[in-house]
């Protein structure tokens, strides 16, 4: 039986943990769904978004920024949900540390995704375990680093044309204006071969229901 190969865009900011939820929650689906069609292969690949591209490379307080744009009292609330979500999920989230622009590791998720497919997943996986669970700034020169070496990128690269160059920069900005001007306001957004929208982070079942309607069409 030949491969069926279905393509899958992933429009994601790394500082959105709702984007870390759906990663894993559409890796699930990926996984329960392949075990019983063997045949299908899911082509990935992410485009960029910014929630907030006036925010520093230095960074400033993390729960300083969410208490400001939700009220601590609401934030809070969405705290205590997302980290019961994410616990679920194997992810630790914390709330410390620094928020930093997320433009840089943009930059390198793309770079990761010229050298192959497998080095953007580990460089994303990287980026989110440090900013979510180990309260570190995105757009930190040894973060950016530390996701690119797990990735197996080059060093030099990464910190002489990403984080000190301007590397693919014009076309990851020209993503990020793309990606608004299509229609995309928020993320977690996946468009499922070509087709199929999913906005936020679902759960699997929902994944493998679109699944299944982009192999019908």
Known sequence: MSIRKVPVTIVTDTICPWCYIGKKRFESAVTQYKAKNEHIEFEISYQPFQLDSTLPKEGISKLGHYHKKFGKDRFDQMNVHVKNIGAALGINFSYGGLIGNSLDSHRLVKYAGTVSNEAQNKVINS????????????????????????????????????????????????????VHASGVTGVPFFIIDNKFAISGGQEPETFMKVFDRALAA
Do not use: P, W
């Open 127 to 178: 980026l989110y375990k440090s900013y979510f669970e180990q309260e570190e700034n995105i757009a930190d020169v040894e973060v950016l680093v530390k996701a690119g070496k797990a990735g197996g990128l080059d060093e030099k690269v990464v910190r002489e044309q990403i984080v000190g160059g301007d590397l693919l920069k014009a076309e990851t900005l020209q993503a990020v204006e793309d």
